[in-house]
């Protein structure tokens, strides 16, 4: 099995409810290592950068509000197969939908409001990851 790296946020929602430790906790009991992490509070124009890719979506002004409106625990995560590994720990985006024990069905509040975010493929994880992390930052 291949040894990989994905980009994860802990989203403000879950930092505004003291969950930095119970949801890292998860993703370390699933098979995953924290290579790094760090605090940061985006700005509107980081968030829609990051999100781009959603910009014609009916969701993306929402989205932009709810990932500056606090800080977010950005992190590299590292195991073997670790982008599906963590999009299976993570669950589905809506919450009604995420099967038992994934933390977006432990932990989220809504579809906007789901907690955690996952790279979804090894591209998007690159770029990520760069979005983020200088190379001197990740440290495994
Ligand atoms: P993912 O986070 O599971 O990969 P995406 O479809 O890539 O899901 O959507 C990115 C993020 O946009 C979601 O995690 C969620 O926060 C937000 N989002 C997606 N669909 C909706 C929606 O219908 N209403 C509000 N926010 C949404």
Redesign the pocket.
Known sequence: MAIERTFSMI?PDATRRNLTGAITKMLEEGGLRVVASKRVWMSRREAEGF?AV?KE???FG??VE?MSAGPTIVQVLEGENAISRN?EL?G???PAQAAEGTIRKVHAL?????SV??S?AAETAKEEIAYWFSETEIVG
Request: charged fraction near 25%; avoid cysteine; aromatic fraction near 10%.
């Open positions: 989203k999100y959603h979506r009916p969701f929402e989205l709810s999009r993570m589905a985006t809506n809504s579809i906007g409001e789901n975010h996952g979804d």
